[in-house]
Every structure is written in structure tokens, then in C-alpha cells.
């Protein structure tokens, strides 16, 4: 396709493992980097489930318009994510021990020194079979709301899943986990009050029937299990508001919890906001995160039936 062509250019540092050498194209130095992450389940009749592929294929055509960079169709990333998938089929864990994560990635590769798109780019994809993403696996996490350091801001790139997004949360996140805490909560960086998403995860606020999460508006990532969690949420019968979410709603929570495509649903057992700690729960799931993340990952795993048509089946 035009614009997203096997690149020429050969990185001199090649990884080699069990036997095989692998060369990596060499990413632009200005250039721009886009990823995805999904994952495949394997169920108990050995079949393979993907979760939604082709929602990450939109979401990486809206970050490479954002980035001025050529996209893959949606036909040709699912295509490419099912070939990989299955190439390394045995690589998926037994069901319920773990998934396959799966990492599509969109880079600049041309020969280009200076500030401007890359004249070609590479799209590739790879897999690492994976278990829980935080340590505490899905024992509750603790956040530390951050107030000064920030991860995105209107106007830039906050909204897109694009590889600078990332390193901006490294600093504060290092700091807090030297604290005790597993992750960081931010805000936002014009008003410092409202909630905007953990360093990987979108999050949940519960108040009775009501399930809050902060609204889509440029600066945070539109995850896809933030997605498929409102609509779960919905046909479970609670009433779920995207809009903005205050930091004093958040210390008066019923329970809170974390989405993303690593950690799925993880509750939050307690939020220090300014020296001030609010905990959650008695140490496990709340009532209404055991129950979201019940349906999704059932859904996921092919336990029960899909009425949401979400998954894709691999014999």
C-alpha cells in the first residue's frame, strides 16, 4: 500500500534467539510511532478468541491521522494480527492461565533526518504470552493522585495511542512506586481537579447505581475495554455517565476501579490525594467491579454466549 512498504534500512544490532536471527528495521528519529494491544484467549475446545481486533484497527487509523502517518485497512490489521496469532498458537496459555498479548506496532522507517513524515513506515506485530499485569494480580491497587506532573494536555496527543504518550508517565510513576503505591492517578492540567485516567488505564468512579468515568475530550486514551465495560455495565442495568469527574467524587466513592487491555478490570483499594488516603472495600473485588469483570472476561474467554458479536473465532 502507499506509504507503508517493507522497509530497506537494516538495524546492525540484531537479537538472536533460539537459533534465529531477527533484524529490526531502524525507527526514524523524528518520526512518529503508533501501538495497539489486544489479546487472544484459548478456549477449552483449543480454539483461539480474539477480542474486538477490529476496534484497534479504528483506533490506529484515527491516531495515524493525527500523526500524519498511513494506516493499515481494518481488513489488513486483522488479517495480520490472526496470521500472527496463529503462527505462534502455542505460545497462548491453557484456558484461564493466561492470555496471549498481542502488539501491533505502526513506526516511520524512511531515510529522513530531518523534522517531517517519514517517507515509509513499518507496521509489524508481536506476541509474548502474559498472566496479571499489576504484581497484586487482581487483589486490589493503591494510587496516588498526582497534581504537578501531568500526562497530556489539550490540543496534543493525550487522546491517541502513540508511543511519546507513554514516557511522559514514567517519571511520576517511578516515584510513586518507590512510595509503595502500584500506579498513578492523573488530573487535569488546566483546573488540577478533574480526573483524567491512570498511567495505562482508563477508571471507574461507583456511587450506588451510577458508574462515572471521565468523557472522551482529546487528552485521554478511548480504551477499548473502557468501551466494552460501559456497555456491559449498561446491559447489567447500571446507569453509566461519561463526563467530567471531580477528585473530592472520587474520595466519596462506593468502589473504584481501573479497565485496560492488561489489567481488564482491577479494583483500586485505596486513593492518596495530597497526604490524604481514602481506602475501598475490604480488601477484594466491590460488588459492582466483580460483577463487570465476571461478564467481560467470560465474554472473552468463550464461556458465555456472545450477544455483543465482540469476539472473532480462530480454529
Excluded at 517517507?119 to 508481536?126: G, K, N, Q, V
Excluded at 500506579?183 to 487535569?188: N, S
Excluded at 469483570?293 to 480454529?315: P, R
Aim: charged share 15%; glycine share 10%; hydrophobic share 40%.
Amino acid at each position: 500500500m502507499a506509504g507503508l512498504q517493507p522497509n530497506s534500512l537494516i538495524c546492525p544490532f540484531a537479537s538472536s534467539r533460539n537459533g534465529c536471527t531477527l533484524f529490526l528495521p531502524i525507527p526514524n528519529s523524528f518520526s512518529s510511532g503508533l501501538f495497539e494491544g489486544l489479546k487472544a484467549y484459548r478456549k477449552q475446545d483449543g480454539n483461539i478468541l480474539l477480542f474486538r481486533p477490529e476496534e484497534n484497527a479504528m483506533r490506529m487509523q484515527v491516531g495515524a491521522e493525527r500523526m500524519c502517518m498511513p494506516s493499515p485497512s481494518v481488513q489488513q490489521f486483522v488479517e495480520a494480527v490472526k496470521a500472527t496469532v496463529l503462527a505462534n498458537k502455542r505460545w497462548i496459555p491453557p484456558p484461564g492461565k493466561g492470555s496471549l498479548y498481542i502488539r501491533p506496532l505502526l513506526m516511520g522507517s524512511g531515510a529522513v533526518l530531518g523534522l517531517a513524515p517519514a517517507p515509509e513506515y513499518t507496521f509489524l506485530i508481536y506476541v509474548s504470552p502474559v498472566g496479571n499485569y499489576f504484581k497484586e494480580g487482581i487483589a486490589p491497587i493503591n494510587l496516588v493522585v498526582e497534581h504537578e506532573l501531568h500526562r497530556a494536555t489539550p490540543g496534543g496527543t493525550g487522546g491517541v495511542k502513540t508511543i511519546g504518550n507513554y514516557a511522559a508517565v514514567l517519571k511520576a510513576q517511578s516515584a510513586a512506586k518507590a512510595k509503595g503505591y502500584s500506579d498513578v492517578l492523573y488530573l487535569d492540567c488546566v483546573h488540577k481537579r478533574y480526573l483524567e485516567e491512570v498511567s495505562s488505564c482508563n477508571i471507574f468512579v461507583v456511587k450506588g447505581n451510577v458508574i462515572s468515568t471521565p468523557a472522551i475530550k482529546g487528552t485521554i486514551l478511548p480504551g477499548i475495554t473502557r468501551k466494552s465495560i460501559i456497555d456491559v455495565a449498561q446491559s447489567q442495568g447500571f446507569q453509566v455517565e461519561e463526563r467530567l469527574v471531580t477528585v473530592e467524587e472520587l474520595l466519596d466513592a462506593d468502589e473504584v476501579f481501573c479497565t485496560g487491555t492488561a489489567v481488564v478490570v482491577s479494583p483500586v483499594g485505596s486513593i492518596t490525594y495530597l497526604g490524604k488516603r481514602v481506602s475501598y472495600g475490604e480488601g477484594g473485588f466491590g460488588a459492582v467491579s466483580q460483577q463487570l469483570y465476571s461478564v467481560l472476561t467470560q465474554l472473552q474467554m468463550g464461556l458465555i454466549a456472545d450477544k455483543m458479536n465482540w469476539t472473532l473465532e480462530l480454529s
